[in-house]
């Protein structure tokens, strides 16, 4: 830096040791200045006559800016590191609560609503964990509660199976007990021995019950049904069960199979006390029913002297209850043969419609005077069909006089006889009479079973065997019988018998 005077020299103590100017200052130009290897400009001093002239070697100013330009890249690289820090530290405080959450969420879909996050961070990071926080304990409570009521039904539930007097027992697709109560226990003779988890195979070391298990599971889509003795480890008879199959579904997927047992022993037992005693009753009877038919006959042919007619009409009525009892003795000791499997039939080929015709004939004069119109309308010319003429008489006649007793006046009975479909006939007897209710379709061919709401319109009283025998007949002859009815509009019984060939059952 000098000052110059008036005649362009410095002044004293500016610099005497500085080259003098290259060309008057006050026609210096950036070139001259640059010419002489210095960077220089000068200004004029107000009010005075002097010079401020400003120079600096070129060397000198060219190190400065070098030095500037580290300083000023040193600053950059120093405010780039700052920035990347704080950039690194602002994405961590941001996203560590973040992954928090996710993490907790995730654990939303597993049913572990235990998870709270850290309420840090920023105000807004802060309330969105405060919030998830209130909506984890919110989804605990409620977890809890249904817990707790799950638990309450499944203790109700597990305590009404237990006191249930049927066993149950739950059976997986692959043979495994899933579960069973006490009464199952008893029922398959298991005492307390550990059987959930274990197959059947594993169970089971006597082959017939492990069969007959395996037989209801799979028959259980049609409701299997068998009944058999059960027998304890030591041979001896627990008692008399009834095992029935059901399938179990949750929605298309098949789940298992469930088995209800129940005791059926006492049953069994008054059965065969029944049994018994109606055998032993109906075979006691025979003999004095003989006696009393053969002298009332005796009477009424006059073989026991004079009589006058009425006394003749009353002993005919005598002979004809004597007959009606005959017929239930021999209804009876027919169906205890039938259980017993002792009834042997003598199938031979035969035709049905003169068996339905003869019916007709037999039954059409008690129709008439009862005012009911009876129809035959079997077809001509049906292939014969192995049958017992006697045994499809009686089967016809039990339908058509069952009918007659439950037909009012003015009604129709109709007797019929068709082809079915693969060679055999199929009969049918068809009412207009007071039908049955629907829920005792099922049972009507049980034995002694009547049906309570009609017992009291019928013309005469019944024992509730006859269908019973009916069934055993057609059951024997290979064929099955059923009824279709409707309450009020009547009644159609129906039966088959196969065509020769196919097998009787």
Known sequence: MLLLGTDGTPLKGFASGTQPLPVPAESATEGDFAAAGMIGAWTTVPGLTWRIVSLQPVAVVGVSQDEVRGSLALFLLVVAALAAGAAAFTARALSDPLLALASAADGVSAQRFDRRVAEAGWPEVRQVARGFNQMMERMAFFQRAQVDKQLDEKTRLDGIVAALQDGIAFIGL??????????????????????????????????????ALVGLMAGCLSGAQLERPVLNKAGGRIGIFSFRSFQVRREAAVLGVLIVMRDVTLERELDDTKKSILETVTHDLRSPLASIGGYVDMFVQGMMGPA????????????????????????????????SGTMRLDLKPGPVDPIVERVFELCNIQAQALGVRMENKAAAGLPEVPLEASQIQRVIMNLATNALKFTPEGGVVTLSAAREEGGGIVVRVADTGFGIPKDKIDRMFTKFFQVEETKEMARRKGTGLGLTICRQVVEAHGGRIWVESEWGKGSVFSFTLPAAGREVG
Not at 182 to 204: C, I, K, M, N, Y
Not at 310 to 333: D, G, H, P
């Open 174 to 211: 692959d043979g495994r007990f899933m579960f069973l109560n006490d009464a199952a226990r008893t029922a398959l003779g298991l005492s307390d021995q550990r059987v959930v988890g274990l197959t059947l195979d594993e169970v089971f070391e006597d082959p017939v019950m492990r069969d």
């Open 308 to 339: 006058s007619e009425k006394q003749v009409s009353r002993m005919k009525i005598v002979l004809e209850s004597v007959a009606q009892l005959n017929e239930l003795i021999n209804t009876i000791l027919d169906v205890s043969k039938f259980e």
